[in-house]
């Protein structure tokens, strides 16, 4: 039976579970904006660093190395220093060809220190991964190569912020110039259907739009065509727009579910609906360009260094350097639902960055080509925390913790 309240009585407070007895409770503050915090550490203090076979990074290092020596000695590299702290120590790692892992180890505990990094005190972040995928392509389209792989427009035009505003540092955007000022590219959406078909900018065709989307989440790749030849491609620019993840996009969307999201899962339900497919990846406004990498080892990072599998990782230009070396305590992806995850204990180089890595304690591990590859790469969505190597004489200049 409904029961109207008379006329006479006022309504009923309804309770408010956010208000106190004087109003509403004040709204919580906005969490700190993330900051690098940096204290110096001791070799002991690194989890598994006596067990790694640390000479598999080794190349890694020489080839950031070469790069670091051709600079200028006054260039800044952040809270690396100057090119000029790091001449001496990479002289001598060029001048030290294959090292065991014993050498390298007490090569690096002699030359560099320890730095623990954190976002405002926190050591905990997250790390994934990338690897490079092979496509199926052709010179030339037809009904099963119709997806074209872009290379970079000539007009577009790409801003390191940094340059212009020291706080900017790491913030990049991309555009084209009309009448005399900066305007937005083209998104995905328009790409796709056709906003530089008649530019002629087509470097390869592949068969699948679903493949050509994740090779941009990766930055390079290999594209093989029918008669066993093999393109090299990688990243040669990015439309500007911002980097939105898929799997975010899907979870709120109720198309997977929490706790399932990986790179396979994401594939597979754009395989499975290819009507619904290219909508939900224009939800992502990031396109990405390429260029053919020719003949030679590896894809190549942002240094301009060819990656190595399972050692060079991608960090946050905002607050790292390209070139770091970098002590990983994470773990691998479990082999097998229930598994216990495998502790990843590992001396790695920071070469590369993505449109995903952000943040003081963000960071992507790549994995190389493969099978394997892909699988560890798709499923890699660990905790973890890590220690920088910074050459002595740069630590001792890092203001005291506290």
């Known amino acids: 039976m409904l029961r109207l309240r008379p006329a006479h009585l006022p309504a009923r407070r309804r309770r408010c579970s956010t208000c106190g007895g004087h109003g509403p409770r004040p709204a919580p503050p906005p969490p700190a904006p993330p900051k690098l915090?940096?204290?110096?550490?001791?070799?002991?203090?690194?989890?598994?660093?006596?067990?790694?076979?640390?000479?598999?990074?080794?190349?890694?290092?020489?080839?950031?190395?070469?790069?670091v020596m051709k600079r200028k000695p006054e260039t800044d590299l952040g809270i690396g220093g100057t090119a000029a702290d790091w001449t001496g120590v990479c002289t001598e790692v060029l001048a030290l060809a294959a090292p065991d892992a014993a050498a390298v180890r007490a090569f690096i505990e002699d030359r560099f220190t320890?730095?623990?990094?954190?976002?405002?005190?926190?050591?905990?972040?997250?790390?994934?991964?990338y690897y490079e995928p092979e496509l199926l392509g052709a010179m030339a389209p037809d009904a099963t190569y119709a997806t074209p792989l872009y290379r970079r427009p000539d007009d577009l035009v790409?801003?390191?912020?940094?340059?212009?505003?020291?706080?900017?540092?790491?913030?990049?955007?991309a555009g084209r110039v009309q009448d005399g000022r900066l305007k937005p590219f083209e998104d995905r959406a328009k790409i796709v259907e056709g906003a530089l078909g008649s530019k002629g900018l087509e470097l390869i065709w592949v068969a699948s739009p679903v493949d050509a989307f994740f090779l941009e989440i990766q930055g390079s790749g290999r594209v093989r065509m029918a008669d066993g030849t093999i393109m090299r491609?990688?990243?040669?620019?990015?439309n500007g727009h911002p980097y939105v993840a898929l799997g975010k996009v899907?979870?709120?969307?109720?198309?997977l579910e929490r706790g399932r999201v990986s790179m396979q899962s994401i594939k597979a339900w754009l395989n499975a609906h290819p009507g619904e497919?290219?909508?939900?990846?224009?939800?992502n406004p990031s396109y990405v360009f390429f260029r053919d990498l020719g003949p030679g080892p590896g894809p190549l990072g942002a240094q301009g260094v060819a990656l190595t599998p399972g050692r060079s990782l991608a960090v946050d230009r905002k607050f790292y350097p390209l070139g770091l070396p970098i002590w990983l305590d994470a773990t691998l992806p479990a082999a097998a639902e229930g598994a216990?995850?495998?502790p990843l204990h590992r001396l790695m180089v920071g070469q590369d960055t993505g449109g995903a890595i952000r943040g003081p304690v963000r960071g992507d591990v790549f994995f190389?080509?493969?099978?394997?590859?892909e699988r560890l790469a798709g499923a890699m969505k660990q905790p973890g925390r890590w220690w920088l190597l910074l050459p002595n004489a740069v630590a001792a200049r890092l203001p005291a913790a506290g």
């Open 37 to 67: 915090v940096l204290e110096v550490a001791r070799f002991a203090d690194l989890p598994g660093w006596t067990q790694d076979a640390q000479d598999q990074a080794w190349p890694a290092l020489r080839l950031s190395c070469e790069r």
């Open 114 to 129: 320890p730095v623990a990094a954190t976002n405002n005190g926190d050591a905990q972040g997250l790390f994934t991964g």
């Open 158 to 173: 790409q801003v390191d912020l940094g340059d212009f505003r020291e706080e900017l540092k790491g913030q990049r955007i």
């Open 233 to 238: 491609v990688g990243f040669d620019g990015q």
């Open 250 to 255: 899907m979870l709120e969307d109720g198309l």
């Open 277 to 283: 497919a290219q909508a939900l990846m224009n939800r």
């Open 340 to 342: 216990t995850p495998v």
């Open 368 to 373: 190389g080509p493969g099978a394997e590859a």
